[in-house]
């Protein structure tokens, strides 16, 4: 089991940043993929950005390329996503998961709200 707890959510206006963090606890958490995921009200969960294990490797989704940044620490069992370049659309409820496998998941975080005013 893998539990995971998201922080740094907030309200920013666009064009501003935000960094958000997750801590992982229970299994080793260099064994897992981490994901990113957003929902924002009245649609479907999506996802935002994966990282490998390692690190090596990232993926992202077209809408936040260029923009948000993946990467994690593995002696702090940490990932983060570092969002800069906010818009509007970016609010939503941001969650992260850990997976064996890229797509994935099986662990969840409780999420954090994000809010980028106009």
């Known amino acids: 089991q893998v539990q995971l707890v998201e922080s740094g959510g907030g309200l920013v206006q666009a064009g501003g940043s935000l960094r958000l963090s997750c801590a992982a606890s229970g299994r080793t958490f260099s064994n ?9 009200p009245g649609k479907e969960r999506e996802f935002v950005a994966a990282i490998s294990w390692s690190g090596s490797s990232t993926y992202y989704t077209d809408s936040v390329k260029g923009r948000f ?3 994690r620490d593995n002696a702090k069992n940490t990932v983060y996503l570092q969002m800069n370049s906010l818009k ?8 992260c998961a850990a997976g064996i496998k890229i797509g994935n998941y099986n662990f969840w975080g409780q999420g ?3 809010t980028v005013s106009s």
């Open 32 to 40: 897992y993929v981490m994901g990113w995921f957003r929902q924002a």
């Open 69 to 71: 940044t993946i990467s």
């Open 88 to 95: 509007p659309e970016d609010t939503a409820v941001y969650y």
């Open 112 to 114: 954090t709200q994000v």
